[in-house]
């Protein structure tokens, strides 16, 4: 994608996000941004996302089966995350995005936690179905921060994520940059 910033509608929000992207990211899906580290093995070295988060497993190991509604609210969720075992979250900070107000967290794999032992060898995070994860950890590096906004009501979940602590640090740095520049617009005054 060309560089620069974008306002994006997103499927089931009625507020639109608005991006800034520099050059070499690309869309992975129609959720997520991406970027690889030339000298990192695995794809998705850096990562953005915007998916929805209606399910989280209480255990992050064994969640198939297991998934249970969080209903809309973005304390709920913050909630759920913090509680799901075979994951770790720091405690959230309240922050603004935009004209609507959230939390931040990070989120990752707790410790020694084997993942190959794990249902369908993953550490199910959160997923938009009841029955099936969308958004798991693979490898026990993966490290996430979380922004969870209330939407007037709905809740939004943005995440900025890398594989592991060998990724290049200034493409962390970049993708940080990425995910700061991210507001929802409103017509709202602030």
Known sequence: ?????????????????????????????????????????????????????????????????????????????????????????????????????????????EGDVDINACDAGRLCIHSESRYTCSRWYSTPGERETYRVVDLNGQRAVVAVGHIDESINPELMREARVIFDSIVFKSDKTS
């Open 1 to 109: 994608m060309d560089a620069g910033t974008y306002l994006v509608p997103v499927a089931g929000y009625g507020e639109p996000f608005e991006i800034t992207v520099p050059n070499g990211w690309f869309a992975l899906d129609s959720k997520s941004l991406g970027k690889d580290d030339p000298d990192h093995p695995a794809e998705w070295a850096v990562y953005i996302t915007l998916w929805p988060a209606n399910y989280v497993s209480k255990d992050a190991c064994t969640w198939m089966g297991a998934l249970s509604d969080v209903g809309p609210s973005a304390e709920a969720f913050v909630d759920a995350m913090a509680a799901q075992s075979s994951a770790a979250s720091s405690p959230p900070a309240k922050v603004m995005v935009g004209n609507y107000s959230g939390f931040e967290f990070d989120h990752s794999v």
